[in-house]
């Protein structure tokens, strides 16, 4: 597959200098921390990494996502000690609320959802530092609000104008919050001090929103201040795939062609689409879910080893796999679609996709979708790459399967091995986190009958009772401003790039095949892996 | 929680029961990452094992609780076995009698977790060089804890003396939510600092480490003064630029941040249970550095 990359190149190596100015600045503040200040050292471990004074402001805090992850991961921090004195957060909506009113939101938000125990005075903490800003996106006195309240605060609580903005609205309100943030000068850092913007997938529906969407916030924001949440990203286990194939010599020596048959990796959800009709519909198993996390899964699977763990060099790697992604030659074959229809999942009868509310009933949307990929290099060539997405399938469960060939030669009667499976490294990515390895070991009695084991590595079993949630981490990072975790522009790029095609076949060959809700999607995903002699795991 | 008891026992016996009490309960030990030796006396038992239990949760350990008894009675080893449904590691306390108290070694040795780290530690009473104790000689790791001593400061200041990397101390795990605080204040340019006070109540190990840190990294005069407590109370640092950087905590839960031309900030600074020190000092265990050069510091200092 060809890409046009002419133009695109150069202005990829224009903006590499200029992230890599931004890099070295943002990595001097590290570095920096540890001259300037003469309490801090790398060898003194215990003290954590806190975020400098800051502000903290929230777009879109009446929504789901504020409720159940970031006002509870913003408790969390502060529980840990993370959150730095003075730390304020400001919420922005259509609300007549007053500051109390969104403290008391805040405040059962992180009874109902925060992961550590509730404590007074880490509350009180964070309670002092909360406002409220009501208005309208489109209501320029709410913002000029906004900024004075900002300033206000700078005053009272000595942030020093350091303020990230979190976007968790739908991306339709990007242009009019962004233009908002620039007129009111509050994109504009004044020396010593910083701006950032948060936002949260999708980035686009295909490559060329995408740009769209990058062209409004890359106006006002440089590159280095944009943080793209993917909170796959952030989750312990997606970062472990790192240390488990970079910190180890156990997996890279056979952590390629030569022993490698194949890896599947999936993301298989047993809820349908609930209330996100408006947004799902249209949109799709591959676009909602295999563009993002399920290609940073790939990339973090199949990358080469980076130079160091700095942003920089971990998205150049990333960014290789992605270019290296070659689809099959025919989509027909290489790809598959599916769509529930009414069936029992989990022991109650569930609707299908065109009968749930504010579907259309001749919706052509995937809530399934199979791939097969390959990945152009030395260490792949030749091993496909199986990504599958499925909303209403037997159960919840992402895991990343690396499926090593059967031994070259097996000295034993073929009756002894009949029911010896092919090794496999299995990364579990939710829920329960770990690591299972799969192999064939002799069943106890004079025969010599040998069967798949597994052999098991849970993550909460050999670490904390529970690990610190993906928006936790995110969030911390974002206030620090270090970047490795998030997406760059390329990488989302390149992702659409991979999957546009993908979409406008499907959007002219057909309809997606159905599936009933509770099963692992349609006969022919399954028989896109049976061509090539294998099958789907059982999960 | 299952218990059991075995009275007149030997490690062996000890061994076999866990691995029977293990497979009875269908979990296998594969999940524990290390071993954690406590070394206590009857009185502090319960306080200890229950802060060590807590901390598992975290870091899923065997936790072998070693208590001496009387050394006049005939020698016999009691133990008494708890594998828990709640906890993800198991418990062993052990009983020692007669001249079997000075050879705990022998029973500790045989029930270490093979080839993960081993960390002993002392809630109460510790041996001079805790790296040439008996016990102390199988781990890697050693904790102690200087306000368990009549005269915590003495003991604190004397801890330089017999340390090998690896040695660590509770008084210094409490300072870390203080040291964290303080050297987030410096993030900021704050430039230097002339000279500096941290109040605690009398007596008290942690004010006399946090001010020998403080004075080593500043570079600056830090004393040590007497407040009503309860624990830390404050740090005063004056800064050649003029005015105060001052953390207060009176409350010992809310503490009060200030500095020159910037308003007072409130954050939380509580004290924490024994078992969140201990899972703190669970989660790294090489040998900190920091640490010791803060104890020469304060060994230098007094002399």
Known sequence: MARNTGGKAEAAIAEEAHTAAAAVAATATTAEAFENNPLRDPRDKRLPRVAGPCVLVL?????????????????????????????????????????????????????????????????????????????????????????????????????????AFYLSVPPKFFPTVVEQLKRTGLAQAPEGSWRRVVIEKPFGHDLKSAQ??????????????????????????????????????????????????????????????????????????????????????????????????????????????????????????????????????????????????????????????????????????????????????????????????????????????????????VIRVQPDEGITVRFGSKVPGTAMEVRDVSMDFAYGESFMESSPEAYERLLLDVLIGDPPLFPHQREVELSWEILDPIEDYWATHGRPEGYPAGTWGPPSADAMLARDGRVWRRL | MTSFNLTDTQASKISSTLTKLRHQMGAPAVGMVLTLVVVCDEAGQYDSVRAATDAAREHPSRILVVIGRDPNEPNRLDAELRVGESSPGEVVLLRLYGQLTKHAESVISPLLLTDTPVVVWWPGASPDVPAEDKVGKLASRRITDAHAARDSVKAITGRSGGYVPGDTDLAWTRLTTWRSLLAAAFDQNVGKVKKGIVEASRGHASAVLLASWLSERLGAPIQV???????????????????????????????????????????????????????????????????????????????
């Open chain 1, 212 to 425: 769209e969407l990058n062209a409004i916030t890359s106006a006002v924001f440089p590159e280095s201040s944009v943080f793209r949440i993917d909170h796959y990203l952030g989750k312990e286990t997606v970062q472990n795939i790192l240390a488990l194939r970079f910190a180890n010599t156990l997996y890279e020596p056979i952590w390629n062609r030569g022993y490698v048959d194949h890896v599947q990796i999936t993301m298989a959800e047993d809820i349908g689409i609930g209330s996100r009709a408006g947004y799902y519909d249209g949109i799709g198993a591959a676009r909602d879910v295999i563009q993002n996390h399920l290609l940073q899964l790939l990339a973090l699977v199949a990358m080469e080893d980076p130079t160091s763990f700095d942003a920089h060099s971990l998205r150049r790697e990333k960014e290789k796999v992605l270019k290296a992604v070659r689809l099959p030659d025919d989509l027909g074959l290489g790809t598959t679609r599916g769509q529930y229809t009414a069936g029992w999942q989990g022991g109650e009868s569930v609707i299908g996709y065109l009968e749930e509310q504010g579907i259309p009933a001749d919706s052509m949307t995937d809530t399934y979708a199979a791939i097969r990929l390959e990945v152009a290099n030395r260490r792949w060539a030749g091993v496909p790459f199986y990504l599958r997405a499925g909303k209403r399938l037997g159960r919840r469960v992402t895991e990343v399967a690396v499926v090593f060939e059967r031994a070259p030669h097996l000295p034993f009667s073929k009756d002894d091995t009949e029911i010896l499976g092919q090794n496999a490294l």
């Open chain 2, 225 to 303: 003064g007497e407040s009503s407590g309860p624990g830390l109370t404050a740090v005063r640092l004056t800064l050649a630029s003029g005015g105060d950087l001052t953390l207060t905590r009176s409350d010992a839960r809310l503490a009060t941040l200030s500095r020159p031309g910037q308003p007072d900030r409130r954050v939380a600074l509580a004290r924490r249970p024994t078992s969140e020190l201990i899972a703190e000092e669970l989660r790294r265990l090489d040998p900190d550095e920091i640490y010791a050069s803060a104890l020469r510091h304060l060994a230098n200092g007094t002399k």
């Open chain 1, 59 to 163: 777009f879109g805090v009446t929504g789901d996502l504020a409720k159940r992850k970031l006002l509870p991961a913003i408790y969390d921090l502060g529980n840990r000690g993370l959150l730095p004195p003075g730390f304020s957060l400001v919420g922005f909506a259509r609300r007549d609320w007053a500051h109390e009113d969104f403290a008391q939101v805040t405040y059962e938000a992180v009874k109902q959802y925060a992961r550590t125990p509730f404590r007074d005075e880490v509350w009180k903490q964070i309670c002092e530092g909360i406002h409220f800003c009501p208005g309208e996106f489109h209501d320029e006195g709410a913002f000029d609000v906004l900024a004075m309240m900002l300033k206000e605060i700078d005053e009272t609580r000595g942030t020093g104008g350091n303020y």
